[in-house]
């Protein structure tokens, strides 16, 4: 996925398979909206009709991201998400991120997975539902 830049008040995304997302340029002020409302990142990752940005938090700074997908495997719950911040945001090439969905007791929370074997495994299961989805 790579963000495309263009001069419409918009961000613009497009996924592997070409298709492009647009996001006005204020989408941080409306996804703050829905913060305030006792917003959820696990709760909008698993809601079919939200398809939003999720804000996530880097220290004191914050973190937009792409919804993706969210991936079940192996009993566990996977979400790929792209990050829509600056290029020098990201150490790492921009490609989606993969997050754990780990239940923490009270609460869920996203852990950045770090394991490449999984991440591949993820990556590859995307593939296979996207392409299932493309017949």
Do not use: S
């Not at 079919?48 to 079940?72: H, R, S, T």
């Amino acid at each position: 996925m790579a963000k495309v830049k263009n001069h419409n008040n918009e961000h613009t995304t497009k996924n592997k398979k070409g298709k492009l997302k647009h996001y006005p340029n204020n989408i941080k002020e409306n996804v703050r909206e829905n913060m305030e409302k006792e917003y959820n990142p696990i709760e909008a990752l698993l809601d079919p009709d939200n398809n939003d940005p999720i804000i996530m938090f880097q220290g004191d700074k914050e973190i937009l991201l792409d919804q993706v997908a969210v991936i079940p495997m192996d009993d566990c719950i996977y979400a790929m998400l792209y990050p829509l911040g600056e290029e020098d945001d990201f150490e790492q090439e921009r490609e989606p991120l993969v997050f754990e969905i780990v239940d923490e007791g009270d609460k869920a929370v996203l852990n950045l997975v770090k394991d490449r074997d999984i991440i591949e495994c993820v990556f590859i299961e995307y593939d296979r539902i996207a392409d299932e989805m493309d017949d």
